[in-house]
Nanobody
Framework: QVQLVESGGGLVQAGGSLRLSCAAS????????MGWYRQALGKQRELVAT???????NYADSAKGRFTISRDNAKYTVYLQMNSLKPEDTAVYYC??????????WGQGTQVTVSS
């Protein structure tokens, strides 16, 4: 069974950095578009960044210039490098990926907390 597992979240001071990872496991023969989303307490889940299988990227306005999404296809892993973090970046960050030409899979989420 395919799974996506996020890691790298934690507590950081404003202005700091974190690098999130999302690794796919299971029987995998294709990984398509991948993305990072986040959900703050009491708010709807929102897009942070996406990356296609051809490495084209897209960012939410809030992430542009501060966050970088990348992928390592050999490791079935997508990353989110987050710099200049702000308290408003505090949220649970989720990874989503299209695996094996089928449905989208979601990870369980990793908490990012930015203190002021």
């Amino acid at each position: 069974q395919v799974q996506l597992v996020e890691s790298g979240g934690g507590l950081v001071q404003a202005g700091g950095s974190l690098r999130l990872s999302c690794a796919a496991s299971g029987i995998i023969f294709s990984i398509g578009d991948m993305g990072w989303y986040r959900q703050a307490l009491g708010k709807q889940r929102e897009l942070v960044a996406t990356i296609t299988s051809g490495d084209s990227t897209n960012y939410a306005d809030s992430a542009k210039g501060r966050f970088t999404i990348s992928r390592d296809n050999a490791k079935y892993t997508v990353y989110l490098q987050m710099n200049s973090l702000k308290p408003e970046d505090t949220a649970v960050y989720y990874c989503k990926g299209r695996i094996n030409y089928g449905a989208d899979y979601w990870g369980q989420g990793t908490q990012v907390t930015v203190s002021s």
